[in-house]
């Protein structure tokens, strides 16, 4: 018999000492990285960065965990986004919250797989019970069930697939798939398009709903649309509402949206994905009212919950829904079980414990603090939409509703087909600077630049800078091509 372990890098008792260090040397090189780092990122550009990581030989090993994390250091913190930082105003990525980081530390370590009682254990109960809790938030009864995903992507195929089974229950699968519709507007997240076709759906599956002037998606045209579906023979599988949308953060009539589908028979999803943070809000709560009353919920505790990537879930108010995605395997969950298996829930089998990063935020934190930091955000985006609204060099799209504001550096004289032009580059200059990342995208095809504030550090000082900093990009890109311009 062996007297020590057969890998001194394989975690067990016997290598306590070089985990204890390993975990200890890696959290002292990223507190350095963070003390030193003054922006969001680095500057380096692809080349750089692919040239250095090119040039390491991943068959010679260095042999030593120090030697690698400071490696790893030199080609990644170096060159991380940082969304901590509070110029970082781009995409839905949040500061994470310190407990969750801690629970993290245990998620790897012991390395639960969340699809069976035997690989889970209480882990698979603290799992359900934060389902119980988030459904209780969202407001439905006790015979509601979910699962824990690895993002809203997911949480959305899953919503809509469970939409398809109950459309196809008792029918002609061959004949019937090519006629379900999903109704959702072109505010909706990509992830529904990609999932009607993962399922097997047509290329026109998903019917576009028109709008209101917000951006909403509008009953009446829903009701309409609906009607014309049926009225072609085809028929109406699933609606999505968005409640906080990529661009604009708006909020479909969750309400009037959920009294068309009761009434009409049609699986109601919801993906509240950016939204959920309202679930625990003090102030804005009302927001979701009709929640409530959908099929299908998702929400991403990665996004507004401040969690790490990844955590999400997809909860459902009838609990018995979940069944039609359950495949029976012997070795995973035989039908003589009497413990509770997750995998007859989830699209995955292998899966982190990924809830346990909520857990230690609640019960460090409470779930009021959460939804205060999100109200801030909210309170945050609506003040410098107002200083964006008063300055003459910009112009803003509309008033935001959750926490983006889509706004663009454009002062008299710059005709709209010059600020089209001009935002893409300019965005892409800020980037390469490294002192603040914003976001960019495309309403009605014109270009927009866009904050989406998901850091509560982030003040009104922070974003007065860098909107500073547009206007003298701005400034100086346009006298640049106008001299140019003038030379050429």
């Given at each position: 018999?062996?007297?020590?372990?057969?890998?001194?890098?394989?975690?067990s008792?016997?290598?306590?000492?070089?985990?204890?260090s390993?975990?200890?040397?890696?959290?002292?090189?990223?507190?350095?990285?963070?003390?030193?780092?003054?922006?969001?990122?680095?500057?380096?550009?692809?080349?750089?960065?692919?040239?250095?990581?090119?040039?390491?030989?991943?068959?010679?090993?260095?042999?030593?965990?120090?030697?690698?994390?400071?490696?790893?250091?030199?080609?990644y913190l170096?060159?991380?986004?940082?969304?901590?930082?509070?110029?970082?105003?781009?995409?839905?990525n949040?500061?994470?919250?310190?407990?969750?980081?801690?629970?993290?530390?245990l998620?790897?370590?012991?390395?639960?797989?969340?699809?069976?009682?035997?690989?889970?254990?209480?882990?698979?109960?603290?799992?359900?019970?934060?389902?119980?809790?988030?459904?209780?938030?969202?407001?439905?009864?006790?015979?509601?069930?979910?699962?824990?995903?690895?993002?809203?992507?997911?949480?959305?195929?899953?919503?809509?697939?469970?939409?398809?089974?109950?459309?196809?229950?008792?029918?002609d699968?061959?004949?019937?798939?090519?006629?379900?519709?999903?109704?959702?507007?072109?505010?909706?997240?990509?992830?529904?398009?990609?999932s009607?076709?993962?399922?097997g759906?047509?290329?026109?599956?998903?019917?576009?709903?028109?709008?209101?002037?917000?951006?909403?998606?509008d009953?009446?045209?829903?009701?309409?649309?609906?009607?014309?579906?049926?009225?072609?023979?085809?028929?109406?599988?699933?609606?999505?509402?968005?409640?906080?949308?990529?661009?604009?953060?708006?909020?479909?009539?969750?309400?009037?949206?959920?009294?068309?589908?009761?009434?009409?028979?049609?699986?109601?999803?919801?993906?509240?994905?950016?939204?959920c943070g309202?679930?625990?809000?003090?102030?804005?709560?009302?927001?979701?009212?009709?929640i409530?009353?959908?099929?299908?919920?998702?929400?991403?505790?990665?996004?507004?919950?401040?969690?790490?990537?990844?955590c999400?879930?997809?909860?459902?108010?009838?609990?018995?829904?979940?069944?039609?995605?359950?495949?029976?395997?012997?070795?995973?969950?035989?039908?003589?079980?009497?413990?509770?298996?997750?995998v007859?829930?989830?699209?995955?089998?292998?899966?982190?414990?990924?809830?346990?990063?909520?857990?230690?935020?609640?019960?460090?934190?409470?779930?009021?603090?959460?939804?205060?930091?999100?109200?801030?955000?909210?309170?945050?985006?609506?003040?410098?939409?107002?200083?964006?609204?008063?300055?003459?060099?910009?112009?803003?799209l509309?008033?935001?509703?959750?926490?983006?504001?889509?706004?663009?550096?454009?002062?008299?004289?710059?005709?709209?087909?010059?600020?089209?032009?001009?935002?893409?580059?300019?965005?892409?200059?800020?980037?390469?600077?490294?002192?603040?990342?914003?976001?960019?995208?495309?309403?009605?095809?014109?270009?927009?630049?866009?904050?989406?504030?998901?850091?509560?550090?982030?003040?009104?000082v922070?974003?007065?800078?860098?909107?500073?900093?547009?206007?003298?990009?701005?400034?100086?890109?346009?006298?640049?091509?106008?001299?140019?311009?003038?030379?050429?």
């Amino acid at each position: 018999m062996l007297d020590g372990p057969v890998s001194p890098h394989l975690f067990s008792r016997s290598t306590l000492d070089g985990y204890t260090s390993g975990v200890w040397h890696a959290s002292a090189l990223l507190a350095d990285r963070v003390k030193a780092v003054r922006q969001p990122y680095s500057g380096a550009t692809v080349a750089d960065l692919q040239e250095q990581v090119d040039a390491v030989d991943l068959d010679l090993p260095l042999g030593d965990t120090g030697a690698a994390l400071h490696e790893v250091a030199r080609l990644y913190l170096d060159n991380a986004v940082w969304f901590h930082e509070p110029t970082y105003v781009a995409h839905l990525n949040c500061p994470v919250a310190i407990p969750a980081l801690s629970a993290e530390v245990l998620i790897a370590a012991v390395n639960s797989s969340v699809d069976t009682w035997d690989q889970s254990a209480t882990a698979t109960l603290i799992e359900r019970r934060l389902i119980d809790w988030t459904a209780g938030r969202i407001g439905f009864g006790p015979g509601a069930d979910g699962v824990f995903t690895s993002g809203g992507t997911q949480s959305n195929l899953q919503g809509l697939l469970l939409a398809r089974e109950e459309a196809l229950d008792g029918r002609d699968r061959e004949a019937d798939l090519p006629k379900l519709r999903i109704f959702a507007t072109t505010q909706s997240h990509f992830s529904v398009s990609k999932s009607a076709g993962i399922l097997g759906m047509t290329a026109d599956a998903v019917v576009g709903v028109a709008t209101d002037s917000t951006g909403r998606m509008d009953p009446v045209a829903l009701a309409a649309a609906i009607d014309e579906v049926r009225r072609a023979g085809d028929r109406p599988m699933a609606v999505v509402a968005t409640a906080g949308t990529t661009d604009l953060g708006r909020i479909d009539p969750v309400e009037a949206i959920a009294a068309i589908c009761e009434d009409q028979g049609i699986w109601f999803h919801v993906d509240a994905a950016y939204g959920c943070g309202l679930l625990v809000s003090p102030r804005r709560r009302h927001l979701l009212d009709g929640i409530e009353r959908a099929d299908s919920v998702t929400v991403d505790f990665h996004k507004s919950f401040f969690q790490p990537v990844s955590c999400s879930a997809i909860v459902v108010r009838r609990g018995e829904t979940l069944r039609r995605i359950a495949v029976h395997a012997d070795y995973l969950n035989p039908r003589t079980a009497t413990v509770p298996n997750q995998v007859d829930k989830s699209l995955q089998t292998t899966r982190r414990f990924d809830a346990l990063k909520l857990w230690m935020t609640l019960r460090t934190m409470g779930s009021e603090q959460i939804g205060d930091m999100f109200d801030t955000v909210v309170d945050r985006a609506r003040e410098i939409h107002g200083v964006i609204v008063a300055d003459p060099d910009f112009e803003a799209l509309a008033e935001p509703t959750l926490s983006t504001v889509l706004f663009r550096f454009r002062p008299d004289g710059m005709t709209v087909a010059e600020c089209d032009d001009l935002m893409p580059r300019l965005r892409q200059r800020l980037f390469y600077g490294g002192q603040a990342i914003v976001a960019g995208t495309k309403i009605d095809g014109h270009y927009w630049l866009k904050f989406t504030l998901l850091n509560p550090n982030t003040t009104m000082v922070h974003l007065s800078e860098v909107l500073d900093l547009i206007r003298s990009t701005g400034q100086d890109m346009s006298s640049t091509r106008t001299e140019t311009a003038v030379t050429v």
